[in-house]
């Protein structure tokens, strides 16, 4: 998981949701966006948003290779 | 206070509607630290319920076709609150269920049971949980049925089981 982390997960294996015991190793991205709010196991990452890095401009990756 | 809610109109539909328990998932009263208010409809908890550090719901497994969660209306008219049950059918006289049971008499308990429509119906609340009974028959002979009925009900209520949409810690 890059977006969320699992906390208070002392002596719990898992979350059962919808009909599904789903292991906290289990837990990924999409899911704990589900999950989100819906149990207390898991935290929001604050740095990162979940959204993606800006690209990088086309003259600055021109500089990068220039200068491997 | 009791707040006087209109009565709404009531709507069936056509889809497929099957009967019973697919899963039942136990914790005692004690052991949540937070249960969530419900929702405006007074009927829905869409707030997880937090139990206290190291506890859980734990998975009772129950034959197919045994589970069922129910309530009722008791008590004379200006007196009418609200009975909750679940019932399943556990088989086998063994050492480990028969522990469990044991342990589990004179407890408190909040109950989870999901039922084939995909709902979870939360027995027992903040203040008051659900009693737990057990009825044990080895059976006469090779066909008859050895295992144990069990019994989650509690009196008193002033909601149905509550539909619980968040996840449970388990």
Known sequence: ?68 | MCVRTPIEAIEVDDCPNPGGLTNLHVIRRRDIDSFPDPDADGVTISKPIVPKTGAKFVPWDFATDTGEVNHKSTGEAGNQSITQEANTYVPRGDAKIDAVIQAALNGDFVVAGRDSNGNTRLLGDAFRGVKFEHDYKSGKKGTDKNGTDFKFSGEGFTHVPYYYTAALPV
């Open chain 1, 1 to 68: 998981m890059k977006n969320f982390k699992l906390v208070n997960t002392q002596g719990l294996t898992g979350v059962f949701h919808k009909g599904r015991t789903i292991p906290l190793d289990k837990i990924d991205d999409t899911l704990a966006e589900e999950l989100f709010g819906k149990t207390h196991v898991l935290e929001r990452v604050p740095s990162l948003t979940g959204k993606e890095e800006p690209p990088v401009p086309e003259e600055v990756a021109a500089l990068a290779k220039r200068k491997n």
